[in-house]
Protein backbone atom coordinates (compact mmCIF):
# COMPACT_ATOMS: atom_id res chain seq x y z
CA UNK A 1 0.00 0.00 0.00
CA UNK A 2 3.43 2.25 1.03
CA UNK A 3 4.18 1.65 -2.25
CA UNK A 4 1.22 2.30 -4.13
CA UNK A 5 1.10 5.71 -2.31
CA UNK A 6 4.42 6.83 -3.10
CA UNK A 7 3.75 5.82 -6.81
CA UNK A 8 0.66 8.32 -6.91
CA UNK A 9 2.54 10.64 -5.54
CA UNK A 10 5.65 10.27 -8.18
CA UNK A 11 2.85 10.18 -10.93
CA UNK A 12 1.37 13.75 -9.50
CA UNK A 13 5.06 15.37 -9.18
CA UNK A 14 5.86 14.52 -12.77
CA UNK A 15 3.06 15.42 -14.53
CA UNK A 16 2.12 19.04 -12.71
CA UNK A 17 5.01 20.07 -14.88
CA UNK A 18 3.02 19.17 -17.97
CA UNK A 19 -0.26 19.30 -17.59
CA UNK A 20 -0.30 22.18 -14.32
CA UNK A 21 -4.30 22.38 -12.49
CA UNK A 22 -3.52 26.44 -13.43
CA UNK A 23 -2.33 26.34 -16.69
CA UNK A 24 -5.14 23.94 -17.81
CA UNK A 25 -7.60 25.67 -15.90
CA UNK A 26 -6.75 29.17 -18.00
CA UNK A 27 -6.91 27.13 -21.58
CA UNK A 28 -10.64 26.99 -20.37
CA UNK A 29 -11.31 30.91 -20.61
CA UNK A 30 -9.21 31.29 -23.71
CA UNK A 31 -10.42 28.31 -25.86
CA UNK A 32 -14.42 28.47 -25.25
CA UNK A 33 -15.05 28.33 -29.32
CA UNK A 34 -12.45 25.92 -30.27
CA UNK A 35 -12.89 21.91 -30.89
CA UNK A 36 -11.10 19.36 -28.54
CA UNK A 37 -11.22 15.96 -28.16
CA UNK A 38 -9.02 14.04 -24.92
CA UNK A 39 -8.31 10.65 -23.62
CA UNK A 40 -8.11 9.86 -20.09
CA UNK A 41 -5.79 7.23 -18.96
CA UNK A 42 -9.26 5.08 -18.31
CA UNK A 43 -10.43 5.05 -22.12
CA UNK A 44 -9.77 1.81 -23.70
CA UNK A 45 -10.52 3.46 -27.30
CA UNK A 46 -10.17 7.01 -28.71
CA UNK A 47 -12.78 9.29 -29.26
CA UNK A 48 -13.58 9.57 -32.98
CA UNK A 49 -14.80 13.11 -33.18
CA UNK A 50 -13.95 16.50 -31.55
CA UNK A 51 -16.81 18.61 -29.87
CA UNK A 52 -16.69 22.21 -28.41
CA UNK A 53 -14.25 22.93 -25.50
CA UNK A 54 -16.64 25.06 -24.03
CA UNK A 55 -19.82 22.27 -24.12
CA UNK A 56 -17.97 19.71 -22.37
CA UNK A 57 -19.26 18.78 -19.36
CA UNK A 58 -16.53 16.04 -18.06
CA UNK A 59 -13.14 18.50 -18.84
CA UNK A 60 -13.53 20.88 -16.03
CA UNK A 61 -13.91 18.28 -13.22
CA UNK A 62 -11.32 15.63 -14.65
CA UNK A 63 -8.31 15.60 -12.94
CA UNK A 64 -5.40 16.55 -15.55
CA UNK A 65 -3.08 14.08 -14.16
CA UNK A 66 -5.90 11.39 -15.76
CA UNK A 67 -5.40 12.66 -19.49
CA UNK A 68 -3.07 10.87 -21.59
CA UNK A 69 -3.68 12.98 -24.27
CA UNK A 70 -5.17 16.74 -25.40
CA UNK A 71 -5.90 17.65 -28.70
CA UNK A 72 -6.84 21.03 -30.13
CA UNK A 73 -8.03 21.28 -33.50
CA UNK A 74 -6.66 24.14 -35.45
CA UNK A 75 -9.43 25.08 -38.03
CA UNK A 76 -13.11 25.28 -36.80
CA UNK A 77 -15.59 25.42 -39.51
CA UNK A 78 -19.06 26.58 -38.64
CA UNK A 79 -21.76 25.87 -40.45
CA UNK A 80 -25.32 28.28 -40.79
CA UNK A 81 -27.98 25.97 -41.78
CA UNK A 82 -30.21 28.21 -43.88
CA UNK A 83 -32.82 25.68 -45.02
CA UNK A 84 -33.47 22.46 -46.51
CA UNK A 85 -33.19 23.39 -50.18
CA UNK A 86 -30.44 25.71 -49.68
CA UNK A 87 -26.88 24.76 -48.54
CA UNK A 88 -24.83 26.14 -45.64
CA UNK A 89 -23.27 28.79 -45.44
CA UNK A 90 -19.63 27.34 -44.11
CA UNK A 91 -17.12 29.38 -42.16
CA UNK A 92 -13.62 28.47 -41.96
CA UNK A 93 -12.16 29.72 -38.95
CA UNK A 94 -7.66 29.35 -38.51
CA UNK A 95 -7.00 29.29 -34.87
CA UNK A 96 -2.98 28.50 -35.26
CA UNK A 97 -2.18 31.85 -33.93
CA UNK A 98 -4.58 32.09 -30.88
CA UNK A 99 -3.38 28.78 -30.12
CA UNK A 100 0.23 28.52 -30.64
CA UNK A 101 0.37 32.12 -28.36
CA UNK A 102 -1.83 30.40 -25.85
CA UNK A 103 0.65 27.24 -25.68
CA UNK A 104 3.63 29.06 -25.83
CA UNK A 105 2.48 31.81 -23.25
CA UNK A 106 1.86 29.29 -20.66
CA UNK A 107 4.69 27.35 -21.70
CA UNK A 108 2.73 24.15 -22.12
CA UNK A 109 4.32 21.73 -24.07
CA UNK A 110 3.20 20.70 -27.31
CA UNK A 111 3.68 18.60 -30.61
CA UNK A 112 1.87 19.67 -33.75
CA UNK A 113 0.49 17.43 -35.72
CA UNK A 114 0.32 18.20 -39.38
CA UNK A 115 -1.57 15.59 -41.10
CA UNK A 116 -4.99 16.03 -38.65
CA UNK A 117 -3.99 19.54 -38.23
CA UNK A 118 -4.09 19.80 -34.34
CA UNK A 119 -1.87 20.51 -31.34
CA UNK A 120 -1.40 17.78 -29.26
CA UNK A 121 -0.26 18.48 -25.33
CA UNK A 122 1.07 14.57 -24.09
CA UNK A 123 -0.02 14.20 -20.67
CA UNK A 124 3.22 11.75 -19.99
CA UNK A 125 5.89 12.75 -22.27
Known sequence: MKNLILTADLFRIHNQKVMDTGKFSS????LRDIEIQYK?????????????????????????????????????TDYNHIGVLVPPEIQIQ????????????????????????????????
Open 27 to 30: LDEK
Open 94 to 125: DKNDVITGILENYSIPYEYNEAEQVFVIYGYK
Open 40 to 76: SVFDETDPDMYWDFYGDEELKYINPVQLEWFKIRQVI
